[in-house]
């Protein structure tokens, strides 16, 4: 059974860092395309920055310049490198694992908060 587990979320002040970190439990995490998605409440879940299995990465443009996603295949985990964080950030972070071979499938792990104060 394929699991998610976010780690490293909490509360930082406007203009600091935090990194995010989700690890894959049950997976062969290399054939995956991972992604850290966000969401308000009450708004829709927005996509963050993805990486891919041949480690091609993309930014929303809100983000761009500031985060920074990687992956450790050897540690099952998908990393999210946050800097300048700015009060509009503050939103629960989610962990999306996606495959896209072998009939496909997707996961979300549960979430972390991440708030910024001003």
């Known amino acids: 059974q394929v699991q998610l587990v976010e780690s490293g979320g909490g509360l930082v002040q406007a203009g600091g860092s935090l990194r995010l970190s989700c690890t894959c439990s049950g997976c062969i995490f290399s054939i995956f395309d991972m992604g850290w998605y966000r969401q308000a409440p009450g708004k829709q879940r927005e996509l963050v920055a993805v990486i891919t299995r041949g480690g091609s990465t993309n930014y929303a443009d809100s983000v761009e310049g500031r985060f920074t996603i990687s992956r450790d295949n050897a540690k099952n985990t998908v990393y999210l490198q946050m800097n300048s964080l700015k009060p509009e950030d503050t939103d629960v972070y989610y962990c999306?694992?996606?495959?896209?071979?072998?009939?496909?499938?997707?996961?979300w792990g549960k979430g972390t908060l991440v708030t910024v104060s001003s």
């Open positions: 999306n694992a996606d495959l896209k071979i072998r009939g496909g499938a997707n996961y």
